[in-house]
């Protein structure tokens, strides 16, 4: 059954949030990957938020894309074509279509039938 696996906060200042994650929370922070934008090159934070010994998810942080983006989640399903076309059928969107993200994952962003986005992804099996 896919379930929430990851959440991804945006920042308008990434050191300065991790900062914060690091000293409330104690997350661990690593570079997961970095991407190219309209802007520059940015980074993508994985949020380490545990040792996996208790019940909980990691995430990530990156820079904000858009002023009011909410913290997100992520859904691991097994194949992110055939998610989408299921959230297309039950009254959902797709924003943004199937993405590679070489080495690590596909992933699609859909928005459900309320209003509230969230990606799916499905693990690139050469990053195994």
Known sequence: MPRVNYFAIPADFPERAINFYREVF?????VGWEYDTPLGREKYWRAIT???ASAGINGGLMRREYPG??????IEVSAVDACTDLVEKCGGKTLVGKVALPGVAWFAVCQDSEGNTFAIFQSDPAAQ
Not at 26 to 30: A, L, P, S, V, Y
Request: aromatic share 14%; glycine share 28%; hydrophobic share 30%.
């Open 50 to 52: 545990g040792d996996g």
């Open 26 to 30: 104690g997350w661990q922070f690593e």
């Open 69 to 74: 983006q909410p913290i997100s989640v992520g």
